[in-house]
């Protein structure tokens, strides 16, 4: 799930993977398989994807009641912390 909501993020955020995965400091592939749920970031590295995406690692590793909700409910909580951040 992590690696979904990264990839969902990003894209909320108008970022490429390849844009996220260098300004964290890894190559595309590594994002690409983080993303794609095949690799699982080390805490350091959670908490710099977290900090470049601007949303709390706890958003990262949200899990959903119903996934069939996941995508939408994912991006309420994005919209409600910019909102929160844009106070």
């Known amino acids: 799930m992590i690696g979904k909501n ?3 993020i990003r894209a909320v955020r108008d ?3 390849l844009e996220l995965a260098n300004r ?3 190559s ?3 994002m690409y398989l983080i993303e794609g749920g095949k690799k699982t970031p080390s805490t350091k590295r959670l908490k710099k ?3 470049v995406l601007r949303v709390p690692v ?3 590793m949200w899990e959903p009641t119903d996934p069939r909700e996941a995508d939408g409910e994912l991006i309420a909580i ?3 912390i910019m ?3 844009a106070k």
Do not use: D, F, R
């Open 6 to 8: 990264i990839k969902l």
């Open 24 to 26: 964290v400091g890894v």
């Open 15 to 17: 970022m490429s993977g």
């Open 58 to 60: 706890s958003v990262l």
């Open 83 to 85: 909102e929160e951040v």
């Open 28 to 30: 595309g592939n590594y």
């Open 78 to 80: 994005l919209y409600k």
């Open 49 to 51: 994807i977290a900090e």
